[in-house]
């Protein structure tokens, strides 16, 4: 399915609450145990893979820096991010996490505003967040099985996907979108082109779109569509 999105004003009533989410999850965040900063001009590309899971939010930086903040139950130095700078890369893996007891954790990514590069994020479970970036910067947003939240940001594209079921919103955004996501998408009161791909067989699927401006291509093996 192709749709031709006129421009349409965006109503600010249905999913305006996601743009609170940043202040509601630091209130339920662990202390802060870890935090290191890195000059945004010797970086032109962020990658985090966090194959364990991780509940990740991407916000904006106040300080013009790049900041890695984590987030834990435990302070314990050998559950920290590697970190490794090399070439305009900037590459973090997560760190170990007990294997007897359960350790809370919470990875926030700080940008400049200004950042226009590159940001991968992959997750195997949990939750990915992005928020309240204008810089324009191409985010490349995975995750295993979980939930992506895209809110009040200005990108020159977002890439999400997800191969198991999880949970797409996406609101208040303006980007070139390339989703492969298997599971529910929710797409409103954006600008936005690109393409949106459900290929999954289930009955938990579904794709709605709504208040959107931009050639968007759709397309479904079993989903319901609700425009």
Same mark, same amino acid.
């Given at each position: 399915?192709?749709?031709?999105?006129? +421009?349409?004003?965006?109503?600010?009533?249905?999913? =305006?609450?996601?743009?609170?989410?940043? @202040?509601?999850?630091?209130?339920?965040?662990?202390?802060?145990?870890? @935090?290191? +900063?890195?000059?945004?001009?010797?970086?032109?590309?962020? =990658?985090?893979?966090?194959?364990?899971?991780?509940?990740?939010?991407?916000?904006?930086?106040?300080?013009?820096?790049?900041?890695?903040? =984590?987030?834990? /139950? =435990?302070?314990?130095?050998?559950?920290?991010?590697?970190?490794?700078?090399?070439?305009?890369?900037?590459?973090?893996?997560?760190?170990?996490?007990? #294997?007897?007891?359960?350790?809370?954790?919470?990875?926030?990514?700080?940008?400049?505003?200004?950042?226009?590069? /590159?940001?991968?994020?992959?997750?195997?479970?949990? %939750?990915?967040?992005?928020?309240?970036?204008?810089?324009?910067?191409?985010?490349?947003? #995975?995750?295993?099985?979980?939930?992506?939240?895209?809110?009040?940001?200005?990108?020159?594209?977002?890439?999400?996907?997800?191969?198991?079921?999880? /949970?797409?919103?996406?609101?208040? /955004?303006?980007?070139?979108?390339?989703?492969?996501?298997?599971?529910?998408?929710?797409?409103?009161?954006?600008?936005?082109?690109?393409?949106?791909?459900? +290929?999954?067989?289930?009955?938990?699927?579904?794709?709605?779109?709504?208040?959107? %401006?931009?050639?968007?291509?759709?397309?479904?093996? #079993?989903?319901?569509?609700?425009?």
């Amino acid at each position: 399915m192709v749709f031709m999105m006129a +421009s349409a004003s965006a109503a600010q009533a249905g999913l =305006e609450g996601i743009a609170e989410e940043p @202040s509601a999850e630091a209130a339920d965040r662990p202390p802060l145990m870890s @935090s290191r +900063s890195w000059s945004a001009s010797d970086v032109t590309k962020i =990658e985090l893979n966090y194959a364990k899971g991780e509940f990740i939010t991407i916000e904006p930086a106040a300080d013009g820096k790049i900041t890695l903040n =984590e987030y834990l /139950t =435990e302070d314990n130095a050998g559950y920290y991010a590697a970190a490794a700078l090399s070439g305009g890369k900037l590459n973090f893996t997560q760190g170990s996490r007990p #294997s007897g007891h359960a350790c809370n954790s919470h990875t926030v990514l700080l940008l400049p505003e200004s950042y226009a590069g /590159t940001v991968s994020v992959h997750s195997g479970g949990g %939750s990915i967040s992005l928020y309240r970036m204008t810089g324009g910067a191409a985010y490349d947003l #995975s995750c295993a099985l979980g939930q992506i939240r895209v809110g009040y940001v200005a990108a020159k594209t977002i890439k999400a996907s997800c191969p198991r079921a999880g /949970t797409l919103i996406i609101t208040d /955004t303006s980007a070139a979108l390339d989703v492969d996501f298997i599971g529910k998408i929710t797409v409103s009161n954006s600008a936005v082109s690109g393409s949106i791909k459900n +290929s999954g067989q289930s009955t938990h699927m579904a794709i709605t779109l709504s208040y959107l %401006s931009g050639d968007l291509f759709v397309s479904t093996a #079993s989903a319901t569509v609700v425009l």
